[in-house]
């Protein structure tokens, strides 16, 4: 089975999108990222996967925490730009829950101390323990077959 098919396949599993952020010795670090779940209700335990080239990879090594942020429809340039997929520097004002850096606008903000690492392929899985939990109203980002999607749209395709 070649990579291509594999990457298709998984395409094909609509998610939504987040911006994973960190902090290490007073400096901000941003990755966009769709491999989230929530793990555990008792307690409230959620999980992330790092590929192994991420710089983030050693930035929550070395943090310990990290927060997600769930990307709400108008976000599409914060998952560009963290994906690294626009190419010039932004200056972005985070905002702050449990000591960790947020997005505002995020439609949640989930803020998480590591409580456990697995090394699976070339990806690093983080178990993250909810520190703390901001919401806002709003739609989500999403991604299908390797493009951004908005829920409205979807909905309106289905009413018409
Ligand atoms: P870099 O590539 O160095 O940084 C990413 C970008 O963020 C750079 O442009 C940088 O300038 C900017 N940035 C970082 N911090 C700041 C800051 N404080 N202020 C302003 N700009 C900042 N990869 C995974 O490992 N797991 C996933 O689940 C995953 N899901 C993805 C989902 C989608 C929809 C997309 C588009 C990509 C996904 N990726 C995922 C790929 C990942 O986002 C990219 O490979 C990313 O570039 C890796 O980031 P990095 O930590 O290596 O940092």
New binding site residues.
Partial sequence: MDDRHFRQAMGKFA?G??V??TEVEG??????????MSVSLDPNLVV????E?????E?IKSSKKFAVNILSGEQKEY?????????E????D?DNLAGL?VLAGAIAQVACEVVNEHIEGD?TLFIGKVLDIKLEEGEPLM?FNGQ?RSLSSEVSLTNK
């Fill in positions: 998610t999108v987040t994973i952020t400096e901000v670090h941003g990755m966009t990222a769709n491999a989230f992330i996967s790092i590929g080239r991420a710089q983030m990879l930035k998952s560009m730009l963290f994906a690294g997929q626009i190419k520097k932004r200056e972005i985070f850096p990806h991604f951004y």
